[in-house]
């Protein structure tokens, strides 16, 4: 399966005539598109203009679509084919802007010289009124060194730019945080943490993005221990805290007792090993794990969980699966067991399409745009804060993980990521967090070494 994913914007005149719309949307979803949104832009007593967004994998399959549509009788005729996503990109995402009117001479004085003079001078005198007079106690920094970049892989930060302007729009939208992108000219840990500590005075925390294992771990161990303001990568406990939501709602609809389940992952790096690390934590008996990098599995091993060398023993045995290789149709849909739970998880392409796995027999199944970590990092920022806390524990990644679970209707596996309310949520149960007696986890030392007959999820 091709990696691309493309996205185009068909501007299509479809005759005004009841089961138009159908025949053209039959038409392209057999020339294999998947239909987003569908804006209807006139409507005419012979023809209606329809701007259709659709999903294909790859160039020839959008000149296989177009030419279906062109060939289709009637009347339809497509007017426009427009890359929306790279155009709306223009400019870039994200800007910074005043919040103060400066329209006088008084203004320019009570913003800049010499009235802002006052106001370092208070700060000097008691630093934490830095919290009261600027922004920097609601500004997160962003940070990647592009080296894993969604699944696209180590394509570098400014090439990531776009992923990191997307999460500070997330920040300010669902959670009213300031998201700074820093872009790292650096893979080497020992300048990364170095600079990370320089520009650090300027945030009140440190969200690192898509920084490729296995640096990211030494990367955050670091930085949570020398930074007293909290540090999350997001890659790691973010998608972990989703990860666990997600599962914890399959289990709960399909009557099933998470702890007692088999959790099988795919892909052991920054995402997997601490999905595996979340999952051991919260009382999951049954981990295993498989990675092509044995040191990646002897990580994994070192954390109490099983390591095995195949992903169909894997899928053999498990009846909750979590992928995230960053390798597109990785699984196979022979591999799929009746019954599973199926997360595959990766971006932008997920190990195997959900309605794939659904119709081989898993039970539930997702991919990583809606299973995705922004259900977790807005509110899980807006949450230390609120409270001021200066660390991001393990007891508040699970408080986030249960009240996202606790907003998903029953039946789904999440909520919708763009319900505030999810946010708001997941923000107060981080900020509720009793921070003092929250204590190191240790994590269970756990090894299956036999195959147990699979229980179904069904
Ligand atoms: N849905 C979500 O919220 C999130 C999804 N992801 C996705 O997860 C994927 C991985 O991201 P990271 O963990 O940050 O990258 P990473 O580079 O740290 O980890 C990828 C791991 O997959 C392993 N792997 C690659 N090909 C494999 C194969 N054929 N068989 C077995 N193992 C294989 C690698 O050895 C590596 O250990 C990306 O596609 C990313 O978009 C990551 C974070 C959040
Ligand atoms: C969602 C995300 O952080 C990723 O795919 O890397
Ligand atoms: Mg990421």
Redesign the pocket.
């Known amino acids: 399966m091709a990696n691309k994913h493309i996205i185009r914007t068909l501007m299509v005149e479809i005759p005004s005539v009841p089961g138009s719309l159908g025949k053209l949307t039959t038409v392209i979803g057999l020339a294999g598109g998947d239909i987003g949104e569908v804006e209807t832009i006139q409507v005419g007593p012979n023809y209606t203009t329809r701007n259709i967004t659709v999903q294909v994998e790859h160039e020839k399959q959008l000149s296989e679509l177009l030419e279906a549509v062109h060939q289709l009788e009637g009347g339809f005729r497509i007017h426009t084919v427009s890359d929306e996503v790279l155009r709306s990109h223009e400019g870039g995402k994200i800007q910074m802007k005043s919040k103060m009117p400066i329209e006088s001479l008084a203004d320019l004085r009570r913003v800049y010289t010499p009235g802002v003079a006052d106001v370092c001078r208070v700060i000097e005198e008691e630093p934490e009124k830095a919290g009261i007079y600027t922004s920097i106690g609601n500004t997160v920094a962003i940070v990647t060194d592009g080296t894993?970049i969604?699944?696209l892989g180590d394509i570098g930060p400014v090439a990531g730019m776009p992923v990191m302007e997307g999460k500070s729009a997330l920040f300010d939208q669902l959670a009213g945080i300031n998201g700074v992108p820093i872009l790292l000219n650096t893979k080497d840990p020992d300048q990364i943490v170095q600079t990370v500590k320089s520009i650090s005075l300027g945030f009140s925390g440190i969200l690192l993005e898509?920084i490729?294992?296995p640096h990211?771990f030494e990367v955050e161990e670091r930085l949570k221990r020398e930074l007293d303001i909290p540090v999350m990568h997001d890659?790691q406990h973010g998608?972990a805290v989703?990860t666990l939501s997600a599962v914890i709602s399959a289990c709960k609809s399909a009557g099933v007792d998470l702890r007692k389940a088999r959790v099988g992952q795919?892909?052991?790096?920054?995402?997997?090993l601490a999905i595996c690390r979340m999952m051991m934590a919260y009382g999951v008996k049954n981990v295993i794990g498989?990675?092509?990098?044995q040191i990646?599995m002897t990580r994994l091993e070192n954390y109490g969980g099983c390591s095995v060398d195949s992903?169909e023993k894997l899928m053999e045995c498990s009846d909750i699966v979590i992928a995230?290789?960053?390798?597109p149709g990785?699984i196979k849909k022979e591999w799929v067991r009746q019954g599973q739970v199926i997360l595959a998880?990766?971006?932008p392409k997920p190990e195997i399409e959900p309605e794939e796995a659904l119709q081989a027999g898993a039970v539930y199944a997702a991919d990583?745009r809606s299973?995705?970590?922004v259900l977790g990092f807005p509110g899980i920022f807006r949450g230390v804060l609120n409270a001021g806390f200066n660390e991001i524990t393990h007891s508040m990644l699970v408080a986030a993980a249960e009240a996202i679970a606790a907003c998903t209707k029953p039946g789904d596996l999440v909520p919708h990521p763009l319900d505030s309310n999810v946010h708001k949520m997941v923000a107060k149960a981080v900020e509720n967090v009793d921070s003092l007696s929250d204590k190191e986890v240790k994590h269970p030392k756990i090894c299956i070494q036999r195959k147990v007959p699979l229980k179904s999820f069904a």
């Not at 795919?266 to 997997?272: F, K, M, S, T």
């Not at 498989?290 to 990098?293: F, I, L, N, V």
């Not at 995230?324 to 390798?327: L, N």
């Open positions: 894993a969604l699944g898509d490729a294992s990211c890659d998608t989703v795919i892909g052991l790096g920054a995402a997997g498989t990675d092509k990098s990646a992903i995230t290789t960053g390798i990785l998880l990766s971006n990583g299973v995705n970590n």
